[in-house]
């Protein structure tokens, strides 16, 4: 836990110094040590990483820093290092990145004059010099003994939130929420693009358990107002949950390889690799619409080996999205599963759809629609949770998007959801079928039951009421297999499971290669919106 302090002294040992010089590695060694800071005890306690050595894990071995603020309030009379935040500029997988990592502790991490101001010169550096910026959140809120000169002007906390929706779309935006975010900096994780949190150490809450039980009478327990597996499972703020900090520090690494530096980019192609053995999509995919299918399967069949990274893993799992490589190239995946509600797309799906939607148009990442589902959930309930403001959120995102865009009917693509899946109604690149598609306005059993309500009314006998039922239902079946469409040519393609993959490869390269220049693509900042 000593070792960037260690580097300090030895550095100071091997270089003949003057008494000067000498001055500044102590103060340096003594502003970036643990060992004599009062809280660290507790920190290890609670499995928590001092902050430096949370950079150091996450950081190239031996990368270049730059660490402006260091000597931050050093000549305060209360020991303030670097005023509670660490800022600096290291290199993650040999590019570089900005940091901003509280320090718990400093007064347990919270936000004074030269914390803020730390933190917003570093986002307006990520801004300029167009690179990826990480917040590792582990804070107490703002220190209210210093408010005044925090809270009202132009440049005092409230920028530091400006900053981080105007960089929205601009470079990407990471935070590891490693203990508690209240309050205002509650709003810091809700605006970045990916959250990481760690399970029962991170909360994020706008009113504390204690504050709410004075305001409204309510009784909770912190993890219910804002635990990391709430906000995973429940309000959707969460994007990842992990038991420890070095898994939240990993996939932090693993995320940014499917990231590009800003929004100008694209992110490197790598060397392809073929899929994990297993079933064939043949063998995945039955012709029965009714049975429920793992997604999952296919997605397998058609990516990389060991490339598909989740996203939002634990919220509104009827709806899959995360990241991939297919043929080396990196590529986000938007899926219905029909093991999880029967795929239907329910208000947190659509929104958790449109937020991944938008996160991949940002930042130039080609989209797969795999769709399977009998469209969206009816009733009162989701009528009342907005599922049309939040369904036309999800069609207005997907419509806007520029990146490259493939929608694969693998199953059923039953009306509205058909349309928000990437149809060929919203105009993607391809839009291509599975031999056991079936593209309709909805499914046989509504659809009998809505032609024939009167003349299934009027048969008495049950089992005749019944035959009549089943026969009108076959029909319709019959009617709405791919080879219509197809004839048609309202869809692209009908392609064997065997070749998707193959399929995809080629038609992602053609589709790629030159797009904003070819195509004439205005260049634009797609902001990325979550809720």
Known sequence: ME??????????????????????????????????????????????MFVRDRIEYLVDKDSMEIEDGVFARCNDEQFLPGDAVVTLVAKINGRSVAIIANDLTVKAGTWGTKTIEKIMRM????????????????SAGARLNEQFDTFIDRRHAGKIFYNTARISGVVPQVSLVFGASPAG????????????????????????PRMAEMATGEKVTMEEMGGARMHNQVSGLGDMLVETEQEALDATKQYLEYMPQNWGD??????????????????????????????????????????FFEFKELYAKEMITGFCRIGGRAVGIVANQSKAKGGVIFPESAEKAAHFVSLCDAY????????????FMVGSKVEKEAIIRRGARMLSTVANATVPRISVIV????????????????????????????????GAEAAVNAMYFNKIQSIENPE????????????????????????????DDVVPGDRLRKDLINRYELYCENRNVLEGIAEKKTVVRRG
């Not at 490197?268 to 995945?284: D, F, H, M």
């Open 364 to 375: 130039n990442i080609p989209l797969l629609f795999l769709v399977d589902l009998p469209g």
């Open 411 to 442: 199953r059923k693509a039953y009306g509205a959801g058909y349309v928000v899946m990437s149809g060929a109604s919203m105009q993607p690149d391809a839009c291509i079928a599975l031999p056991q598609a079936q593209p309709a306005i909805m």
């Open 266 to 307: 694209a992110v490197p192609l790598k060397e392809a690799i073929e899929p994990v053995p297993g079933k064939s999509i043949e063998e995945i995919v039955p012709e029965n619409q009714r049975v429920p299918m793992d997604m999952y399967e296919v997605i397998y069949r058609i990516v990389d080996a060991d490339s």
């Open 185 to 208: 900096s509650a709003y810091l994780p809700a605006l970045c693009d990916f959250v990481v949190m760690v399970d029962k150490n991170a909360s994020v809450y706008l009113g504390s």
């Open 3 to 48: 070792k960037i302090a260690d580097k300090v002294c030895e550095n100071s040992k091997e270089t003949k110094t003057s008494s000067i010089d000498g001055k500044v590695y102590e103060k340096l060694k003594e502003i970036k040590t643990s060992s004599n800071r009062p809280y660290y005890e507790k920190l290890k306690a609670q499995g928590k």
């Open 123 to 138: 986002q307006e550096l990520a801004e300029k010099r167009k690179i990826p910026l990480i917040y590792m959140i582990d």
């Open 464 to 491: 005749e009421r019944q035959k009549f039922i089943l026969d009108q239902r076959e029909k319709f079946n019959s009617d709405i297999n791919v080879w219509s469409p197809a004839s048609q040519l309202f869809i």
